[in-house]
């Protein structure tokens, strides 16, 4: 039996007595019901029985009364009842006082009916009682069961498991990390007195009470799971509900938990990057945090990349659009093997991925974001494009790397840039050329291209494309001919003709340097005035 003094009140024929004192007792928990039938009963009684008697033993001495409901009260007893109208007539004052003052419930029982009816009244409350929560105990089991055999996200587990079981829930992990928690659940509170130990346990705090079950894999505890019932005792039914939840939570943390958590820990550290570049916390502070979940790579080296939608797109839709775009750069797995931090800013997505990830001169990076972009699927006007930093050392330079990439999308759409993915580097002489006059540039052009330009359009066009992408290349035959799609005996064909028309020897480091130049001027006149077009 696990009724509350107040819910055996309203069971018939109890319902039929009087709490004449204790109120404030009336929460205690009715395990079982005694009978008196000696002196010494009270030395008998167990925790959380109630003692009904006829006063029989007590009705002459008031003291021998008091000392029996002192003892009660100190063993744990959850209350008496006394039938009145054999032996007393009433319930002494004073037996009254001192229930009042324990909170010790003292209930007048009714005369018309034997103990033995209230007592069975009481059993087979507690019977049906029981009866219904077994019932819904066992459909809550099924359920819990259908959820484990289904293959679901983390919050979709926790959800569901909140919503069988019927109260709110949370999960910490095993650094004191807060995984899930209900709604109305403070992160601060769940965590306040961690560390833990692996047991079972009933916590109250500050208005709150919960059960906290610790999540095994075998012999190791893999976190704690919080269930904040409102019930003052818990039943074996309810413990094992509890215990079965916490099983089920347990295997798919051991099967999902790693990428849940690594994902959340990414997501809380993306924000926190995004702080920083705008100034709202220190360098010490996202150090501190990389060093708590030992990401040290920020000072080992690093890439950033700043990937941004098309800007003539409804910008009242640019933040959504902006967070499905981070969803699939996340759901991409080469981008996934990077191991980034991805964080949503004003500008477009802004990614940090290590250096050691991101591989020599942050090729690996780039064929990532090519990846990604590409199997968005959508066409040139739509399709966001990606720009990357130079490679840096330290987390005291990313404000540099995001206004690297910030500058080099503002270069490429100034100068027309094709490419979907444009590296800082390749544009980075072009800010320090802007001041240079347009007619000094078209000398320059005329002075390295000239013997070329002077040909027919359509031959131009075509040795111009071969000339740049060997640039791009840095002068290798083999990366030419691939990226053009030809045999690498054409592209060294046209190379040495080109060789021949501009009178320069390739195999000159500073010539490769000016030619680079004429380009990047080209694409400056092209981009201001449509002079000097490609295959003109």
């Not at 705090?205 to 059960?211: K, P, S, T, V, Y």
Request: proline share 4%; net charge negative; aromatic share 10%.
């Amino acid at each position: 039996m696990h009724l509350t003094v107040e819910q055996a009140l309203a069971v018939y024929p109890l319902s039929e007595g009087k709490l004449i004192a204790g109120a404030s007792g009336k929460h205690r928990i009715v395990k079982s019901i005694n009978v008196m039938d000696a002196p010494d009963i009270a030395d008998w009684i167990k925790e959380g029985e109630m003692l009904f008697t006829t006063a029989y033993l007590i009705k002459d001495d008031s003291d021998e009364a008091s000392e029996l409901l002192v003892k009660l009260f100190n063993r744990g007893a959850s209350g008496l009842g006394i039938k009145l109208g054999r032996f007393w007539e009433a319930i002494p004052e004073r037996l009254v006082r001192l229930a009042d003052e324990l909170g010790f419930p003292l209930i007048a029982l009714p005369f018309q009916f034997t103990f033995s009816d209230q007592m069975n009244g009481l059993f087979q409350a507690e019977m049906k009682r029981s009866t219904v929560q077994l019932e819904g105990a066992l459909e809550k089991q099924i359920r819990l069961m259908r959820f484990a055999l289904r293959a679901e996200s983390m919050p979709s587990l926790f959800d569901s498991v909140t919503e069988v079981i019927g109260c709110p829930i949370a999960v910490v992990g095993s650094k004191g990390q807060v995984v899930y928690h209900s709604p109305g659940i403070s992160a601060d509170w769940l965590t306040g007195q961690w560390p833990w130990s692996p047991h079972k346990n009933r916590i109250k705090h500050e208005g709150l009470q919960a059960f906290r079950m610790p999540l095994m894999n075998r012999d190791a505890c893999t976190g704690f799971v919080f269930f904040f019932d409102t019930q003052p005792l818990l039943s074996a039914v309810d413990e094992g509900l509890y215990t079965q939840a916490a099983e089920l939570i347990s295997h798919h943390l051991n099967y999902k938990y790693e990428d849940y958590f690594e994902l959340s820990v990414r997501k809380d550290f993306g924000a926190l990057i995004k702080q920083f570049l705008k100034n709202g916390v220190t360098v010490e502070a996202v150090l501190d945090y990389a060093g708590r979940w030992e990401m040290d790579w920020l000072g080992q080296g690093y890439y950033c990349a700043l990937v941004d939608l098309p800007s003539e797109l409804d910008s009242a839709r640019r933040p959504e659009r902006l967070n499905e775009l981070k969803a699939s750069m996340l759901g991409n797995a080469r981008m996934q093997a990077l191991n980034g931090i991805h964080a949503v800013m004003d500008e477009g997505v802004f990614c940090v991925v290590p250096d050691s990830a991101a591989g020599p001169e942050g090729e690996a990076l780039r064929a990532a974001l090519e990846s990604c972009l590409a199997g968005l699927g959508l066409d040139e006007r739509k399709a966001p494009k990606a720009t990357i930093c130079a490679r840096k050392k330290q987390l005291k330079e990313m404000p540099e790397a995001f206004a690297e990439c910030r500058n080099t999308f503002r270069l490429a759409r100034e100068w027309g840039v094709e490419e979907r993915i444009v590296r800082y580097e390749t544009l980075d002489l072009a800010m320090i050329f802007e001041p240079v006059s347009r007619e000094k540039m078209r000398i320059y052009c005329q002075r390295w291209l000239g013997g070329l330009l002077n040909k027919e359009p359509g031959y131009v066009g075509e040795m111009l494309k071969t000339l740049e992408t060997y640039l791009d290349c840095d002068g290798q035959l083999n990366e030419t001919a691939k990226k053009l799609f030809i045999h690498r005996n054409t592209a060294t064909y046209r190379i040495e003709k080109l060789s021949e028309m501009l009178d320069v020897d390739f195999k000159k480091v500073n010539v490769l340097m000016r030619l680079k130049l004429a380009f990047l001027f080209r694409r400056m006149l092209v981009t201001e005035s449509g002079e000097g077009e490609r295959g003109a």
